[in-house]
């Protein structure tokens, strides 16, 4: 078994991490010097901006008179641009005549709600419309159930049609 490349890489492991962490430990120095420097910096860059004259249009309107030059203060309060404000009146609408709601129809009695189903009537002979039941009625085919000839629908279950 060869283990002179996993070692290898084990061994190269170690030494970034010690070299990261000599790198992370001299890091709050150097960066507290950096963050000084860049402050200074900018303070100095801030200082001759503010020297600069402020932007102005030449004789002509085509360029700038002077360049570099720093953009103007913003005015306080800022000038609102004008607009006009145009208001148009809402169209008047008429409401639409209320409808008249249909009479409801009269609830079933209570009786025909507590009245068992009746009995399931066993087929004697179907066709591609419809069947034919042992009491010798014809009840058509409509989607997945048959209506009865009083136009009520009735499920079909095999050899049995219970309306």
């Known amino acids: 078994m060869n283990i002179i490349k996993p070692a290898a890489l084990t061994a190269a492991f170690l030494i970034g991490m010690l070299v990261c962490e000599a790198a992370w430990a001299q890091a709050p120095d150097a960066l507290a010097a950096e963050q000084a420097k860049a402050t200074e910096a900018s303070a100095a860059t801030e200082a001759a901006y503010l020297k600069l004259p402020f932007c102005t249009m030449n004789a002509?309107?085509?360029g700038l008179a002077v360049e570099p030059c720093r953009k103007a203060p913003a005015q306080v309060p800022m000038p609102r641009?004008?607009?006009?404000?145009?208001?148009?009146?809402?169209?008047?609408?008429?409401?639409?005549?209320?409808?008249?709601?249909?009479?409801?129809?009269?609830?079933?009695?209570?009786?025909?709600?507590?009245?068992?189903?009746?009995?399931?009537?066993?087929?004697?002979?179907?066709?591609?419309?419809?069947?034919?039941?042992?009491?010798?009625?014809?009840?058509?085919?409509?989607g997945g159930g048959?209506?009865?000839?009083?136009?009520?629908?009735?499920?079909?279950?095999?050899?049995?049609?219970?309306?």
Request: aromatic share 2%.
């Open 81 to 142: 641009r004008p607009v006009p404000q145009i208001m148009q009146p809402m169209p008047q609408v008429k409401r639409a005549p209320q409808a008249a709601m249909p009479g409801m129809q009269p609830s079933p009695s209570l009786q025909s709600l507590t009245n068992p189903p009746h009995a399931p009537v066993p087929v004697t002979s179907c066709d591609v419309a419809g069947c034919y039941g042992a009491n010798g009625v014809r009840y058509n085919n409509m």
């Open 60 to 62: 002509e309107g085509t």
């Open 146 to 163: 048959v209506v009865g000839p009083n136009g009520k629908v009735c499920n079909r279950s095999g050899a049995t049609i219970q309306c």
